[in-house]
C-alpha cells in the first residue's frame, strides 16, 4: 500500500505505475462528476482523458503539502467548464441559463405524464433529477454535484472552487432550491400533501430522527 | 425569530450535518408545527438521496485503459511536459526593453517592438483575444498611438496609456517595465499559492495549459496568429486575486496584458453583468516570460 502522497510523488519522477494507481483512485470519481456535469457518457469519458492528461502535464508544480483531491476536483470543474463552452460554441445554440444566480436558467418543458401527485419512483425521479441537474446555471450545477452527487464537504468545495463559506453555504441552498422547484414541475418528487395520511406519517417518521 | 425561508437554511444544513445540536431542536420544533416546512424537509430529503444515488453508475471498461491511452499519446516523455506557448523570448528585445525601463512602458510595448508583419493582429489579440474580425484590428491600431513597426518613444511622465473602450470589456491596460529574471520567484510563489488555476512551473516556464486546455471562449483562430509570438502565455485567475496577481506579475517585471475579465460569462454582453457572490469570476491575462535563469 502506498499513500497517495508517496503515490504523487513517484509519478512525478516519471513513474508510470504510480500515475495508473493514481488514475485508479480517482478515474470513477472524475467521470462522474463529468458525467452529471455534462450529461452524457461520451462527453464524459473525454472529460476524465482530459483531467488526468493535465495532471500529467501539471504534476510538477503540485504543491505536496495541498490536496491532491481538491487539485484534481478544480482541474476536473475547469475542464468540464471548458468542455461544456466547446460543445456550446460547436452547437451554436446559447442557452438561455446565464451565469451564477441569474435565475433566468431553461426550464425543461414539463412532461404532461407526471401528474403532480404522481409518487415517488425512482428511475423517473433519477432521469428527471439528471435533467435537471443540467438546466441549472452553472456554477449552481458544479457546486450540487461535488456536495450532494460527491459528497465532499462545505471546506473541500470551498476550496476547489475558491470560494468563501458563506458563499458555498448560500449556494448550495439555492441550488437545491431551483432543483426542488424543477422537480416539482415535472412531477417527480411527491408533493406529500398534507391531505394525505400516509405521506403525513412518513414525514413525522422522518421527524422522530432529527 | 426565524421565518420559514431561515427554516430552509436549517433544513440543508441538518441535511449535511452541519447544524449545532440547539439549532437542530429548534429546527425540530418548527417542523412539528410548520406542515409547509415539514414538507420541504421531506422533498429535499429524498432529493439529497437520489442525487447521492446518482454517482451509482457503471463506469466505462475501457476508463483506464482510455486515460492512460490519451495521456501516453500526447505526453510520451516527461521532457515533452512543457508548454507549447512557452518558447524562449528573443534576448534582444529584452535587452531592448532595459534601454527604456526608466520610463513605464505600456504592456503593448513588447509586441510593438516585433518587426513582425503581424503586428497589429497581435495587438487586437492582446486587446481582446475572443474578437479576429478586422476591426478589432483596426481598433486596436488606433487605440496605440505607436507605430507597430517602430520602436516605442519613452513616456515622458508616468501615464499608462488609457484602456480602449469596447463592447463591454473591462480591458485594463497595465504597464509594465523591463524584466528582471531575479523576480522570477515572486511569480513562482505566486503559482504556489494558488493564485493561479492551472498553472504551474514546468522546466523553469510559467505554464498556465497547453494549447489544447486554453479556455474555450477564446478565438483559437486569433490565438493562432500569435503562435508565432514568443513567450506568450494566458492565466486565469479569480476574480478576487487579480490585484495580488497582477501585482506580483508587475513586480517581476512581465510584459503583461490585460484581456478581460469574466471567465465563462466573458462573451462581451455578459461580462458586465457581474452582480455574483464575486469570488468566482475569472480574469484572463495575456502575458509574457523570460526563463529564470
Known amino acids: ?210 | 425569530m426565524r421565518t420559514c425561508n431561515d427554516y430552509e437554511i436549517l433544513i440543508h444544513l441538518y441535511l449535511d450535518g452541519m447544524l449545532e445540536p440547539s439549532e437542530s431542536h429548534e429546527l425540530s420544533a418548527h417542523l412539528a408545527s410548520c406542515s409547509a416546512c415539514r414538507k420541504r424537509f421531506e422533498q429535499y430529503r429524498q432529493m439529497k438521496e437520489a442525487m447521492a444515488a446518482l454517482k451509482d453508475e457503471p463506469v466505462p471498461a475501457d476508463l483506464h485503459d482510455s486515460i492512460l491511452a490519451y495521456v501516453t499519446e500526447r505526453a510520451d516523455t516527461p521532457a515533452e511536459r512543457r508548454p507549447v506557448k512557452a518558447k524562449r523570448f528573443p534576448s534582444w528585445t529584452w535587452k531592448t526593453a532595459a534601454g527604456i525601463a526608466a520610463c513605464a512602458v505600456i504592456a503593448f510595448t513588447a509586441v510593438h517592438m516585433m518587426p513582425r508583419k503581424g503586428s497589429a493582429d497581435q495587438n487586437a489579440l492582446a486587446a481582446r483575444a475572443p474578437m479576429s474580425d478586422s476591426s478589432c484590428a483596426e481598433e486596436a491600431k488606433l487605440s496605440n498611438t505607436g507605430d507597430p513597426y517602430k520602436m516605442p518613444t519613452p513616456c515622458p511622465e508616468d501615464t499608462p496609456e488609457e484602456p480602449a473602450e469596447n463592447s463591454g470589456f473591462n480591458q485594463k491596460g497595465y504597464r509594465t517595465e523591463s524584466f528582471d529574471p531575479k523576480n522570477f520567484a515572486i511569480l513562482t510563489e505566486t503559482v504556489k499559492s494558488g493564485v493561479l488555476r492551472d498553472a504551474s512551473l514546468v522546466n523553469g516556464y510559467l505554464a498556465v495549459g497547453e494549447e489544447d486546455a486554453l479556455p474555450t471562449w477564446i478565438d483559437r483562430e486569433a490565438l493562432s496568429s500569435i503562435d508565432e509570438t514568443p513567450d506568450a502565455g494566458y492565466a486565469r485567475v479569480a476574480a478576487d486575486q487579480e490585484e495580488e496577481w497582477v501585482s506580483a506579475l508587475e513586480e517581476s517585471g512581465f510584459a503583461l496584458y490585460s484581456l478581460e475579465v469574466g471567465g465563462e460569462a466573458s462573451e462581451p454582453q455578459s461580462a458586465a453583468s457581474g452582480e455574483t457572490d464575486g469570488a468566482e469570476e475569472n480574469v484572463l491575462f495575456l502575458f509574457q516570460w523570460e526563463k529564470t535563469e
Not at chain 1, 490536496?67 to 482541474?75: D, E, K, L, Q
Open chain 1, 1 to 210: 500500500m502506498h499513500s497517495e502522497q508517496d503515490l504523487v510523488r513517484r509519478a512525478r519522477t516519471g513513474d508510470q505505475a504510480a500515475f495508473s494507481a493514481l488514475v485508479t483512485a480517482y478515474e470513477g470519481r472524475i467521470y462522474m462528476l463529468a458525467l452529471r456535469y455534462l450529461g452524457n457518457r461520451d462527453d464524459a469519458q473525454d472529460a476524465a482523458q482530459e483531467v488526468f492528461l493535465r495532471v500529467f502535464r501539471f504534476l510538477d508544480g503540485f504543491q505536496e503539502e495541498s490536496n491532491f483531491s481538491t487539485w484534481i476536483y478544480r482541474i476536473a470543474v475547469n475542464v468540464c467548464k471548458d468542455l461544456l463552452m466547446q460543445k456550446i460554441r460547436r452547437a451554436e445554440q446559447p442557452l438561455e441559463q446565464k451565469d451564477e444566480d441569474n435565475e433566468d436558467y431553461a426550464l425543461p418543458i414539463p412532461d404532461e405524464r407526471y401528474a403532480p401527485e404522481t409518487v415517488f419512483e425512482a428511475a423517473q425521479l433519477r432521469k428527471s433529477l439528471c435533467d435537471a441537474i443540467l438546466s441549472l446555471p452553472e456554477a449552481q450545477r458544479q457546486i450540487i454535484i461535488l456536495r450532494d452527487v460527491q459528497g465532499l464537504s462545505y471546506e473541500e468545495i470551498g476550496e476547489i472552487l475558491f470560494l468563501e463559506r458563506g458563499t458555498v453555504k448560500s449556494r448550495i441552498a439555492r441550488a437545491r432550491g431551483n432543483l426542488r422547484k424543477l422537480l416539482l414541475q415535472t412531477g417527480n418528487i411527491s408533493a406529500f400533501s398534507s391531505s394525505n395520511p400516509a405521506k403525513g406519517g412518513e414525514s413525522d417518521a422522518n421527524l422522530q430522527r432529527l
